[in-house]
Structure formats: structure tokens, C-alpha cells
């Protein structure tokens, strides 16, 4: 009742409401000191901050900054130890190249796009990874491609696994925006859109090494039957195999065959690749006649368009 009369009768005095209290500045403040008024002008110490930090003269922010951004490219950063660039962390092993990328970060404004442009038109980055028709002195000198004298391979994030499915079925929705997607909740959206904390985590991104809550400078990558399993029996690729089987409109088996190793792996089969491709889909077709299958033909496209997905082109970055 004494609510109720509240209510509609509100008057004129209102009871105070903290709305944020600032951060202890020390172990001495007291609780009444942080539960002081704001002020009502800043004593200007994080601008002082910030300018230090980004002062051309302290290289350390835009080493840091641009080591993350060749790590992230090349899958190893040019200092390893991106956690520690102190006396205790492993030294660059291109140490003129972090430096020239520093200043180029701090003359151009600091815009990472430029430092991502020159990096993925660099020769180094055009690369390819193959050590099949390289001077044998490289391989026994430098085997593992410390000087960069081939691409580095390796395998897409967990999010970009999952993209290049949805994407490859013609599914991917690539609205921007809007609120998080439940990690229990089937969704076309893009991966980043998943909830991601530490006790809620999405099983085929877990799957495949998702990120860290806490460390955001590097990603673990295993090697596990799972994945395996992942990208063959879960409905993500079971449905995805069977939508790439539909956009493939090609009535000839070797239009087929090629339109799926370019989509899925991006390259052109060779024609020993093919001839047994073409095996697999007779005896495919075969065992799905002998069960009986409403449409053999296409039932036996699905498993070699899985058999793609499971392929180690697709999953890794050359």
C-alpha cells in the first residue's frame, strides 16, 4: 500500500542512486574517497598517457602493433614471443624489417590498412609454400623457412572454417550488426557473432581451436580426430555438401569434378587426380544403387564433395 501510494503521488525528493564508481587509485583510497563526484574536468594524465605512447620517439607500441599484424598474416610473428618483447622474450628474426614496418605504421598515421596492404602485396607474402622445385641449399640451410624464402602454411581459425562452409553452400549471411547469436542456436550468421566467453563456447568452433577468452595475442593448433570427424558427420558439412551439389550445375562428370576441386580447394585437378575421382564416383554410385537410394547419382557427388572438405587444401592457408 505504501508503494502503491508512491507511485501516484511521486513528489519532489528522489533518493540518490550511484551510478559508477571510479577505480581505486591506490590501496590507501578509502570506499567514501572513489564514491566522491566525478570531476568535472580531467587532470588530462591518459592523454598524457596515450601521447607517450604514440610518441614517434618510443618505438615500442608500433613494434608491438605491427608484429601482431605479421603474425596474423604469416602465422609467425616476427618476434615469437609476442607476449614479451623484453629482455627475457625470444629476439626478432628480422629485426631492420620490424623497424622499417614500425615506422611506416607511425608515418602513415598509424593505419594498420596500409601496413595490411603492403603486406599482402609483398613478394614474400605471394609466395608459394610449396618446397617441391626450390634450391635443395634452401632446405638444408634454412628448413624451416626462418628467411622467408617460401609461404609459411597454415590452417584457417576456427571462424573462417565455418565462414568457408556457409559461404561455399551459398548460406552465409553476411548482415553486419545486431546482437549476439546463443551458442546453442543454429545460425547462417558469420562466426564472430557467436557468444564467446568462458562458459559458453560453440562446438564446432571449439572444435577447431577457438580463441582464447583471455590471451587474444595467439591461437593454439591442433591436430585431433575431431576435426576430421567434424567436417565429415556434422549437419554444418553434411548441409553444406549438399547445397555445393546443387550450385554445381554440371550434367558432365569431369565438368563436375573440376568445378569442385576449384571451388572448394582452388586449384585444377590434374588428370590422375581425376581418373580417380572418376573411380570413387562409379563405385559410390554403385553402392547406393545396391541401398537403394532415391538418387544415387547425386548421393555419390555429396560424399566426394565431403571428401573435398576433408581434404587438407581446404582447411589450410598456402
Known amino acids: 500500500e505504501t508503494a502503491q501510494t508512491a507511485v501516484e503521488n511521486p513528489g519532489e525528493t528522489y533518493a540518490p542512486l550511484v551510478g559508477a564508481l571510479k577505480t581505486l587509485e591506490s590501496n590507501l583510497e578509502t570506499e567514501d574517497s572513489r564514491r566522491k563526484p566525478f570531476p568535472a574536468t580531467s587532470t588530462g594524465r591518459r592523454t598524457a598517457f ?6 614517434p620517439a618510443n618505438p615500442l607500441p608500433a613494434r608491438v602493433a605491427v608484429n601482431h599484424l605479421w603474425g596474423r598474416h604469416f602465422g609467425r610473428a616476427l618476434v615469437p614471443t609476442v607476449f614479451d618483447f623484453g629482455r627475457k622474450g625470444t629476439p626478432p628474426t628480422h629485426p631492420e624489417l620490424l623497424d622499417w614496418l614500425a615506422v611506416e605504421l607511425v608515418d602513415h598515421n598509424w593505419s594498420m590498412k596500409h601496413i595490411h596492404r603492403l603486406i599482402v602485396t609483398s613478394r614474400a607474402y605471394r609466395l608459394s609454400s610449396s618446397n617441391a622445385e626450390v634450391a635443395t641449399v634452401n632446405v638444408r640451410l634454412d628448413p624451416d623457412n626462418h628467411f622467408l624464402w617460401r609461404f609459411h602454411p ?3 581459425e576456427a571462424q573462417l572454417v565455418r565462414d568457408s562452409l ?13 546482437p549476439s547469436v546463443p551458442v546453442n542456436q543454429e545460425s547462417r550468421r558469420r562466426s564472430l557473432y557467436y557468444v564467446h566467453s568462458h562458459n559458453e563456447h560453440q562446438k564446432f568452433l571449439s572444435t577447431f581451436d577457438d580463441a582464447n577468452v583471455l590471451e587474444c595475442y595467439r591461437r593454439a593448433e591442433s591436430i ?18 549438399e547445397k555445393i551439389v546443387q550450385r554445381v550445375a554440371a550434367t558432365d ?60 587444401d581446404f582447411i589450410v592457408i598456402r
Do not use: C, K, Y
Request: net charge negative.
Open 50 to 55: 596515450a601521447r607517450w605512447l604514440t610518441d
Open 154 to 156: 597454415r590452417r584457417m
Open 166 to 178: 556457409l559461404a561455399l553452400s551459398g548460406e552465409l549471411d553476411l548482415t553486419l550488426g545486431g
Open 224 to 241: 585431433v580426430p575431431q576435426q576430421a570427424l567434424a567436417l565429415e558427420n556434422s549437419p554444418l558439412a553434411s548441409i553444406a555438401a
Open 253 to 312: 562428370t569431369d565438368a563436375f569434378l573440376r568445378a569442385g576441386f576449384a571451388m572448394i580447394l582452388g586449384v585444377t585437378p590434374q588428370d590422375e587426380e581425376l581418373a580417380v575421382s572418376r573411380e570413387a564416383l562409379t563405385e559410390w554410385t554403385t553402392q547406393a544403387r545396391a541401398a537403394q537410394r532415391a538418387d544415387p547419382e547425386r548421393h555419390a557427388r555429396t560424399q566426394f564433395v565431403q571428401a573435398l572438405l576433408n581434404h587438407n
